[in-house]
DNA sequence: CTGTTAGCGCGTTCAA
DNA sequence: TTGAACGCGCTAACAG
């Protein structure tokens, strides 16, 4: 840095002041320094940086599972100038001994949460770190689930099915009815979050002697079992059925099913966006994560019926 | 530290080599300051430590995906000690920035390269880091493909058609030859390592004369295409036609395809090792990586003709 | 707006 | 085997 500093004719402070974006010096300077420290290929070593109490430069990821979110986070953050110091804290036991020993003492600037619903000690252990941190929701189903009702509508469904995951043990009874959809017991069913739980659900749903002209499932997994089983009946999809996953997992893009995704990318650059606000000692307001209806092969116009 | 020296009524240059355990202290001495050090809950801090010249306690982890060898390669370098910065590198554009930029300069004690095959210019820049690294590979197609032709073999199959991804331009032959199997022209094909790449190659497969018993596919998409389809043109899985992937994604294993999979886990766990050793001065060898054959329900003995 | 001074917490000499 | 002094590269507080 004296180097850069020597180079430009000014002191290390202003070479320090000018390439941080610290105010106190002129716009002139700042250009000619910055301009100097590029030619000079010189940056700021965040080691020393971060010694002398400054900043660190570095946001520690936390994350239950390595995932898309992780990726759109990355990089706003790597273009926000920060280090990613990943956690994947995906074992209960890698995830107890980080809580325990929590080693993010002076290290990072903040603490970004993906897909991790924190108990109560862990939120306390986390505020103890005494960092800003902020977390990622997962998709919230309720919204979703509006969302896929009003496409579907708008295809002229009336007759839905509602595939919920084991463990959701909600009542989304008043989203359909509100619609103005018939809810009829037998058309709510749940399985488990997988292909064969997918698979199984549909002899239960396509087996009752009114049948559904449309599926929605709140699991991606579950919704190609559907999907596969719906096919292997000779059922044509969407002709017959349309199918509408809430889960936007790899799986239902790569084989082209209709699905509300979380928007993963634009999740974690909002909730890095936030972060930073945090850092920067600033107020963030709560906004909802934006979902978005992909269409797909899945999904289409209700078949007259005769 | 000097807080941790005073207690223990030595030195802090006594305290930074012990701790690191370094040579040059007796012992009794080490040991009670360990002691000390534990008690105090003191841990050498690594920003203070790398500046000074000491290691840096951080590894690089370069991805073009985020996959689950990201996550193995997380918990084995954790585990280590290390600190992981993480640079997903999915797009030209911030690839190239990195490449150019690259912001590693004394900041990490290693490099680790997952799923990226660099180019010469690449392999220069990170040389010039002179930093250790070491690269995980992508699976060895041709392993591979020797283990699931064995598998296929096992089960029966004679007649196999070989699906690769557009790209793979190396010929098999010999490894289908030497398994003693007929090698048709007919048989090889390529397509887009898509589902609908998969999709759309079946038709060429299964129009000619004489059909093959199973398919081997170099993509994991593609495979699950070709699943789709064969089902789609009333074809019993694995009854009439199995079906091997080489790909382990997860696509294959939600939908139980059987696949050779690399064994991401274990070969990022390797790759920890053998940076670590090349960290630590030592010599590696280079070792094949681990193949998994997973049988999953794609592929099933070969009817008996008639 | 800019320069000067004094550390940040450690590793590394060198001497004892 | 240990300790004292020095400096790593930078930023904070002050002075100008």
Same mark, same amino acid.
């Given at each position: ?20 974006? =610290?105010? #106190? ?44 979110v992780?990726?759109?986070? =990355? #990089? ?7 280090? &990613? ?16 020993? $929590?080693?993010? #003492? ?7 949460? $993906?897909s ?19 977390a990622v929701d997962d998709t919230d189903l309720r919204r979703a689930l509006r969302t896929a009702v009003a496409h579907l509508l708008e ?5 839905v099915?509602l595939?919920l995951s /084991?463990?959701v043990?909600e009542s989304y009874d008043e989203i359909l009815a509100s619609a103005?959809l ?16 997918? =698979? ?6 396509? /087996? ?8 929605i499932s709140s699991n991606g997994?579950?919704? $190609? ?19 509408v996953s809430l889960d936007g997992?790899?799986?239902?893009? &790569?084989?082209?099913?209709t699905a509300v995704e979380g928007a993963a990318?634009e999740q974690? =650059?909002r909730a890095?966006?936030? $972060? ?10 709560p906004v909802e994560h934006p979902l978005r209806l992909v269409v ?11």
């Amino acid at each position: 840095m004296s180097d850069v500093a020597k180079a430009a004719g000014v002191s290390a402070a202003t070479v320090s002041r000018a390439l941080r974006g =610290e105010p #106190g010096v002129s716009e002139a300077t700042r250009q000619h320094v910055s301009e100097v420290a590029r030619r000079m290929k010189y940056a700021i070593a965040r080691d020393a940086s971060s010694l002398a109490g400054g900043r660190r430069y570095a946001i520690a990821v936390l994350t239950s599972e390595v995932s898309p979110v992780l990726a759109g986070a =990355e #990089g706003a953050l790597r273009q926000a100038g920060y280090d &990613v110091l990943l956690y994947v804290l995906a074992e209960p036991g890698a995830r107890a001994k980080f809580f325990d020993e $929590l080693p993010l #003492g002076r290290r990072v600037d903040g603490v970004l949460l $993906l897909s991790m619903s924190l108990s109560g000690a862990e939120q306390a252990a986390l505020e103890s770190l005494e960092v800003p941190h902020i977390a990622v929701d997962d998709t919230d189903l309720r919204r979703a689930l509006r969302t896929a009702v009003a496409h579907l509508l708008e295809l002229g469904h009336r007759d839905v099915a509602l595939v919920l995951s /084991d463990g959701v043990d909600e009542s989304y009874d008043e989203i359909l009815a509100s619609a103005g959809l018939d809810v009829r017991p037998e058309w709510t069913v749940w399985c488990s979050p997988t292909v064969d739980g997918g =698979e199984q659900v549909v002899d239960v749903l396509l /087996d009752g002697e009114r049948l559904p002209t449309a599926v929605i499932s709140s699991n991606g997994a579950a919704a $190609l079992g559907i999907y596969l089983r719906v096919q292997r009946d000779g059922r044509a999809v969407p002709d017959e059925v349309s199918i509408v996953s809430l889960d936007g997992q790899e799986l239902t893009r &790569v084989v082209g099913l209709t699905a509300v995704e979380g928007a993963a990318k634009e999740q974690g =650059e909002r909730a890095v966006a936030d $972060l930073l606000t945090l850092i920067r000692g600033g107020q963030i307001e709560p906004v909802e994560h934006p979902l978005r209806l992909v269409v797909r092969n899945s999904s289409g116009p209700v078949r007259t019926a005769g």
